[in-house]
């Protein structure tokens, strides 16, 4: 008896964690963005937390690349050989709302001895994640109530110097 | 007097009492399965990062510095100019206690067929959920709480 009263709390504390992340556990607007930001993990995150009202993708204007060149005295991105910048990817519908995506500054690799310019016997690639993130979904039949869907999602973290064929 | 004794000899018995039924009772371990379903809405099926891939085969023992990036692998990690491997990190008190990292072969760069040290090989590391044990015990169990690791996923190759 008591055993079986232990193991129904246990499934109540379970059920608390997965609060607003299937449709069986709706929650309101304000629950599930309190939830939503509760649960976003993951670097590289926006410097500044915040919500974003406008969905950015890596357009044009985005993919345009920096001059090629790395600043040694600079942060981690600029002091690597094969530098990058970033580019904020911003989804309203999603947690975290705001993600930083690495787009390598150079084709190649900068030279270790000029840091000013680029040595051809590298190319810079792109390392790609899946991290997870939480889509806000209506919850069916329940106007006003949603729930928090995970989903992986493709993030371009850095760039590593490879040597050339 | 006689009271007093017997009134002190209750008190006792009671403290004694107490002491061998309450305070003592074991904290169990939550099992795996459990644990796995706390932590499992952190993580999206299909979600992975570098070192939390099934290809992945950590080192029992480690690596040393190759003398040459190997062009004719098909894998970053030995293509890379700051080659890097994968260990595992273990402790007791986190769920997974196993956890795979990466973890750099060199400490310059591999350039030009040498080790450059003028460069160096660092470490990029990703917050990964996991739950960390808490010295609370609730209904007979420890408590596990949801934490951010900072995890090793690949090397990069910057200037110092």
């Known amino acids: 008896m008591k055993l079986a009263a232990i193991l129904m709390l246990q499934a109540v504390a379970v059920a ?56 040694p005295n600079g942060p981690l991105n600029a002091r690597a050989i094969a530098p990058w910048d970033f580019w904020e990817d911003c989804d309203p519908a999603r947690f975290p709302q705001r993600l930083l995506q690495a787009r390598c500054r150079c084709r190649h690799c900068v030279s270790l001895r000029k840091p ?15 991290l997870t993130v939480y889509y806000r979904q209506p919850c069916p039949g329940r106007t006003g109530a949603f729930y928090l869907e995970p989903r992986p999602y493709q993030v371009v973290v850095a760039c590593v110097c490879l040597l050339a064929r | 007097m006689q009271l007093q004794v017997k009134v002190t000899a209750q008190v006792l018995l009671c403290l004694v009492f107490r002491h061998t039924f309450s ?113 609370q015990c609730k209904r007979g169990q420890y408590v596990y709480q949801p934490n951010h690791l900072q995890v090793a996923q690949f090397c990069f190759c910057s200037f110092p």
């Not at chain 1, 997965?18 to 930001?37: F, R």
């Not at chain 1, 000013?116 to 899946?130: E, I, K, T, W």
């Open chain 2, 23 to 135: 305070a003592h009772i074991p904290c169990q371990e939550p099992s795996d399965a459990e644990l796995e379903s706390i932590l499992n809405p952190y993580l999206a099926s299909g979600a992975s990062l570098l070192a939390q891939t099934d290809e992945v085969l950590p080192d029992e023992e480690l690596k040393a510095c190759p003398v040459n990036v190997n062009q004719t692998s098909s894998r970053l990690q030995d293509k890379s100019t700051s080659p890097w491997s994968y260990r595992v990190s273990e402790d007791p008190n986190r769920y997974p206690q196993k956890i795979v990292e990466a973890y750099c072969l060199c400490k310059g760069c591999l350039v030009n067929g040498q080790e450059d040290k003028a460069v160096n090989s660092e470490p990029f590391y990703l917050e990964v959920p996991v739950l960390q044990k808490s010295n």
């Open chain 1, 116 to 130: 000013q310019s680029q040595d051809l016997g590298g190319n810079s690639m792109p390392v790609n994640v899946n």
């Open chain 1, 16 to 71: 608390m964690a997965q609060h607003c992340l299937s449709p069986s556990h709706c929650c309101g607007q304000a629950e599930v963005d309190g939830a939503g930001a509760q649960l976003s993990y993951g670097q590289p995150r926006a410097p500044q937390p915040g919500s974003c009202n406008v969905s950015t993708t890596p357009g044009p204007g985005l993919r345009l690349p920096g001059p090629c060149h790395a600043n």
